[in-house]
């Protein structure tokens, strides 16, 4: 892809500079001596309930609680969890990009109150989440941030190799629910929709956890899928429903390598119509050859994010067929890879 290029422009006896090109962007890094002060140690994953009380339209207790990421700032999730003491599995819930804080959180846990209900009622904590936004094409040029030593404080202070990115929020979520007295650390799942799809896939390849289930998953960067200038496309809107656009425009040999490191079982939901269709039928057939615990399933229906069962305007809860049919899949699917301690 030519917009993805990454050279050495200098290295001084103090420092290195490293310079790389994404579109309209030139970034300059500069990293510390390794002769300074140790690395600061990672603080341990935390969070801070804020607030209890039952999500709109139920009456099951809710956490709104902040969550302690990578580089030390907190995002908001929302836990429910069934009555008892547990320990429970647990299902993370995503949707699409990173924005709105709290207030996207708290309007998807009320739009799929009734579906959570049911996941509860089940033996699970549900717990929706959010993240920071994602910053275009730098997952495909950075690699997980690690800390550095200071050099120049004279002190420890916290300082990283490269950026946070989006997916190490989901991360960080997953490895504070693992410390909950009430969560099954060894059960702890994701489900997302579209972006939060990827992004599951992202986190998967760095850190291994209980189960994915990745619905419609925008995997073009996880695949470095060209969506420059030169991508298919209607309008503004990139055209990869065809399998094989996809993999012509698809860097393989970086997909291969990302796949390689996943250890965690992914079931992916397709969607027959979808301009990405393509990429989701693709990360599941190079998963299949990387031999990866991977299931594909995929249904035409006219709704984005189908399988996410939002609440009806009038508050009812209605799956249509397909929607029942999906909701039985995900959660046999959950059972089976989350319900072994119990």
């Not at 489900?191 to 209980?210: D, L």
Request: charged fraction near 25%; aromatic fraction near 10%; charge should be neutral.
């Amino acid at each position: 892809m030519n917009h993805r290029v990454a050279f050495i422009v200098g290295m001084p006896s103090t420092l290195f500079t490293l310079m790389f090109a994404i579109p309209g962007v030139i970034t300059e890094t500069r990293a510390q001596l390794s002769t300074g002060k140790p690395p600061a140690e990672s603080i341990p994953p935390h969070g801070y309930v804020i607030t209890s009380k039952p999500v709109k339209g139920t009456d099951t207790p809710a956490d709104y609680t902040l969550v302690l990421t990578r580089d030390e700032i907190y995002v908001p999730i929302i836990v429910r969890k069934p009555k008892g003491n547990g320990p429970f599995p647990a299902i993370t819930m995503g949707w699409g990009e990173g924005r709105e804080g709290m207030k996207k959180v708290e309007n998807l846990a009320e739009r799929v109150s009734q579906m959570q209900d049911r996941m509860i009622a089940r033996g699970y904590v549900v717990v929706t989440v959010n993240y920071r936004n994602e910053i275009p094409y730098a997952y495909e040029q950075s690699k997980p941030p690690q800390n550095l030593p200071d050099s120049i404080s004279g002190e420890r202070r916290m300082l990283k190799s490269g950026p946070t990115l989006d997916h190490e929020d989901l991360i960080a979520i997953i490895r504070y629910l693992q410390t909950l007295p009430y969560v099954d650390k060894n059960a702890v799942g994701a489900m997302g929709v579209s972006h939060s799809g990827e992004m599951i896939m992202k986190a998967s390849s760095e850190y291994t956890f209980g189960a994915g289930v990745c619905i419609e998953p925008a995997n073009h960067e996880f695949l470095t899928v060209d969506t420059g200038p030169n991508a298919p496309r209607k309008g503004t809107e990139i055209q990869y429903n065809d399998i094989e656009v996809a993999r012509k425009n698809a860097n393989k040999t970086e997909g291969m390598e990302r796949i390689r490191r996943i250890n965690t079982p992914i079931l992916i939901f397709g969607r027959e119509t979808d301009h990405q269709q393509g990429i989701f039928k693709l990360t599941y057939e190079w998963m299949k050859e990387a031999g990866k615990d991977v299931q594909w399933v995929s249904f035409d229906h006219p709704t984005h994010g189908y399988v996410f069962i939002f609440d009806q305007p009038d508050g009812s809860y209605k799956p249509d067929e397909i929607q029942q049919k999906t909701f039985k899949i995900f959660m046999d699917y959950f059972d089976k890879h989350l319900k072994h301690a119990h």
